[in-house]
């Protein structure tokens, strides 16, 4: 067994969501930075935590017994992609996928909708993002009702039935919500507008969407709530703060990889015959 390390799982403790937990999200401070003060000061730290999961990440690959699945969810500039391309940045990309889920196309609609998040699930020694998931099944399609009330509330069941079978199968499972203030949300979306590099991200829908926010938090505030299990906890991550976001993933990240006490495979070849065959190649090659 691994000796917990205090500082790394402080993050996870602070933003677990204990399983049957209500989040109640507007008592939670979209920014805070405990215990930090500054970016500055949590510079090192960060740098730290990304080495840490490449280095994971690879005993991961090489172990080939288990992987991982996250799940990010949040509203519109709450840092999904940015979560993404910081995170993860050190990982070797041969063991590491992101899937995106947008509207569903006409294939995946004539399917249930757990079809296209199971079809994307990480292969043993895999990691994978899940950039928004089966999760948009019980939030955009709850508030623009998509689907009638009593088709997704059976929601809930399927999901935690389908992530139970997941981790049963060996896959980790750590689903985070980046939780943002309104007031960052529009800072972002100016901050776009202003940043020929970003303006392609922008969309009407942007502006719709933000107007259904106190929906899409009640939304998320029963998804949490009834999918939150041990075999698939959720965190909420603070996130109005970009770097106290990056840094708090990773360190969850890297302390649930720490947990799972992987290992290189054992050497299956006999080390001495492969020494003389080496040593035969050699002489013949002078
Ligand atoms: P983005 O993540 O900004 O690229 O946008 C993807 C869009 O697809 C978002 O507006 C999501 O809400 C939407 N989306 C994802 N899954 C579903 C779904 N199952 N039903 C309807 N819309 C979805
Ligand atoms: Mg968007």
């Given at each position: 067994?691994?000796?917990?390390?205090?500082?790394?799982?402080?993050?996870?403790?602070?933003?677990?969501?204990?399983?049957?937990?209500?989040?109640?999200?507007?008592?939670?401070?979209?920014?805070?930075?405990?215990?930090?003060?500054?970016?500055?000061?949590?510079?090192?730290?960060?740098?730290?935590?990304?080495?840490?999961?490449?280095?994971?990440?690879?005993?991961l690959f090489?172990?080939?017994?288990?992987s991982l699945?996250?799940?990010?969810?949040?509203?519109?500039?709450?840092?999904?992609?940015?979560?993404?391309?910081?995170?993860?940045?050190?990982?070797?990309?041969?063991g590491v996928r992101?899937?995106?889920?947008?509207?569903?196309?006409?294939?995946?609609?004539?399917?249930?909708?757990?079809?296209?998040?199971?079809?994307?699930?990480p292969a043993r020694g895999e990691v994978v993002?899940?950039?928004?998931?089966?999760?948009?099944?019980?939030?955009?399609?709850?508030?623009?009702?998509?689907?009638?009330?009593?088709?997704?509330?059976?929601?809930?069941?399927?999901?935690?039935?389908?992530?139970?079978?997941?981790?049963?199968?060996?896959?980790?499972?750590?689903?985070?919500?980046?939780?943002?203030?309104?007031?960052?949300?529009?800072?972002?979306?100016?901050?776009?507008?202003?940043?020929?590099?970003?303006?392609?991200?922008?969309?009407?829908?942007?502006?719709?969407?933000?107007?259904?926010?106190?929906?899409?938090?009640?939304?998320?505030?029963?998804?949490?709530?009834?999918?939150?299990?041990?075999?698939?906890?959720?965190?909420?991550?603070?996130?109005?703060?970009?770097?106290?976001?990056?840094?708090?993933?990773?360190?969850?990240?890297?302390?649930?990889?720490?947990?799972?006490?992987?290992?290189?495979?054992?050497?299956?070849?006999?080390?001495?015959?492969?020494?003389?065959?080496?040593?035969?190649?050699?002489?013949?090659?002078?």
């Amino acid at each position: 067994m691994r000796k917990a390390d205090p500082e790394l799982d402080a993050y996870a403790a602070r933003h677990l969501l204990s399983p049957g937990e209500a989040p109640k999200l507007a008592r939670r401070d979209p920014a805070d930075i405990f215990p930090h003060v500054s970016h500055a000061d949590a510079r090192e730290a960060a740098e730290a935590a990304v080495a840490e999961l490449d280095r994971l990440q690879y005993l991961l690959f090489a172990d080939r017994g288990r992987s991982l699945l996250i799940v990010l969810q949040g509203l519109d500039a709450a840092g999904k992609d940015g979560t993404i391309r910081h995170v993860f940045s050190g990982m070797n990309p041969q063991g590491v996928r992101v899937a995106a889920f947008k509207q569903p196309t006409p294939e995946e609609a004539a399917h249930d909708f757990l079809w296209r998040a199971h079809r994307v699930a990480p292969a043993r020694g895999e990691v994978v993002i899940f950039n928004r998931s089966h999760y948009e099944d019980v939030l955009v399609v709850r508030v623009h009702d998509l689907v009638p009330e009593p088709v997704w509330r059976t929601r809930y069941d399927a999901i935690n039935a389908f992530e139970a079978g997941l981790a049963a199968n060996g896959t980790r499972i750590l689903k985070f919500f980046l939780h943002i203030s309104p007031e960052e949300q529009l800072a972002r979306f100016a901050a776009r507008l202003e940043d020929p590099a970003r303006r392609w991200k922008i969309s009407e829908s942007d502006y719709t969407e933000r107007l259904l926010w106190d929906r899409y938090l009640e939304a998320y505030e029963d998804a949490l709530w009834r999918t939150g299990t041990e075999a698939a906890p959720w965190y909420v991550i603070p996130s109005d703060h970009k770097w106290y976001r990056n840094l708090a993933v990773a360190q969850i990240i890297a302390a649930a990889l720490r947990e799972m006490d992987l290992s290189v495979p054992p050497v299956t070849v006999d080390l001495d015959d492969i020494r003389q065959r080496y040593h035969a190649a050699k002489a013949r090659q002078k």
